[in-house]
């Protein structure tokens, strides 16, 4: 039995390496997301426009103007001559924010006294835009402590911020843990999905059926390369994260990899589902990207959890990748243990028993 079962996963680990179109489904999405997703996935704001109207001219305000344009999010501040084309460069989109320096900034500051600045932010680009006001209120800020302390006035009361475990808010540590996740959901979803749908298309899959093999010793040898071909992915990714885009590791391997297991189980299941619905390797195609829509909006990836209805809330708790995103952000980053990782496990384990159950008994039902 053994020995059968191997052939049959061997046999399933050729197919995918040997057919054309299936090795560039398992290889290039990992070479591109390893070299796109660090640098162009981030809500950082980088070289973005500011907009400046100073209508003070004085030493205090070219100063700050100064301290602005050294930051990295703004390298070029625009300055402009009016209110009207201050509007105007936020209305056509050739600013992403605006700020205004009132003509009696640099005497108020002589005289001890606070100073209004007027920002005005592209609400078409919200996201950005608020993240754009956040820097420029902490150079701001910096600014005007320094000055407070200068002339001996204690400055005003401010919260500091202090961020753990990404003390730099370095969005690679972010995003290559969770890339992580998102390739072994590909992986692990492309490989079962176009195994029986692969064998009905090309009229194996009788020839299968009348086999030795049992339909539960089938079904595993569709699955354990699934989760070989995870694996694989997901060490080349976390690789790629440690030693080239220098994110620290704190966790155990071990747990990971133990983690990783079950939801790539999870995974399978759900791609066994999916094949054991379609009777062609396209059909199989768009039941998976049909799958990874949903997965990785309901994941909290892109918007937290919390910010959802209360339905889409429980709705992701079936979504496994919901899980496995903050148990692989966690051993990566903060050295999360088995005890902090399992609320997230046990679900995962449910999980891949109920969609290995229900792919089961839909094989079963297909071949009745």
Not at 18 to 38: A, C, E, G, T
Not at 243 to 256: E, N, T
């Amino acid at each position: 039995m053994f020995k059968r079962l191997l052939t049959l996963i061997t046999k399933e680990l050729q197919l995918a390496f040997r057919d054309p179109q299936s090795r560039k489904l398992l290889i290039l999405p990992v070479i591109l997301q390893l070299v796109l997703f660090p640098f162009a996935a981030t809500l950082e704001v980088k070289n973005a426009t500011l907009a400046i109207l100073d209508q003070d001219h004085g030493a205090e305000s070219n100063e700050l103007v100064q301290r602005l344009a050294a930051a990295r999010a703004f390298p070029t501040p625009m300055l402009v001559t009016s209110q009207a084309e201050l509007e105007q460069v936020v209305d056509e989109q050739r600013a992403l924010l605006a700020l205004e320096i009132p003509s009696d900034f640099s005497r108020a500051l002589a005289a001890g006294r606070g100073a209004q600045l007027l920002a005005i932010v592209d609400g078409r680009r919200s996201n950005s835009a608020q993240i754009a006001l956040g820097y420029a209120q902490a150079i701001i800020q910096g600014y005007s402590d320094e000055r407070s302390a200068a002339a001996g006035r204690p400055a005003p009361s401010r919260v500091v911020v202090r961020n753990w475990f990404n003390a730099n808010l370095d969005y690679r540590w972010f995003m290559l843990p969770v890339l992580v996740a998102i390739i072994t959901t590909l992986g692990s979803l492309i490989v079962t999905a176009l195994s029986i749908a692969r064998e009905r298309e090309q009229g194996t899959f009788d020839q299968l059926l009348v086999s030795p093999l049992t339909p539960g010793l089938i079904m595993l040898g569709k699955t354990i390369p699934a989760i070989l071909i995870a694996f694989g992915q997901a060490t080349l990714i976390a690789l790629a994260a440690v030693f080239l885009y220098r994110v620290p590791f704190q966790g155990s391997v071990a747990l990971l990899y133990f983690s990783m297991f079950f939801y790539a189980l999870a995974l399978a299941g759900f791609g066994l589902f999916i094949s054991s619905l379609c009777e062609t390797q396209q059909q199989a195609f768009l039941g998976v990207f049909t799958f990874m829509v949903p997965a990785i909006t309901l994941s909290g990836f892109i918007s937290p959890v919390e910010n959802m209805p209360l339905f889409f809330q429980g709705l992701s708790w079936i979504d496994p990748l919901s899980h496995f995103v903050l148990i692989v952000k966690g051993i990566f980053l903060k050295g999360f243990g088995i005890s902090q990782v399992w609320p997230n496990l046990w679900p995962l384990l449910l999980i891949s028993l109920l969609t290995i159950s229900t792919a089961y008994w839909m094989f079963r039902r297909r071949i009745a």
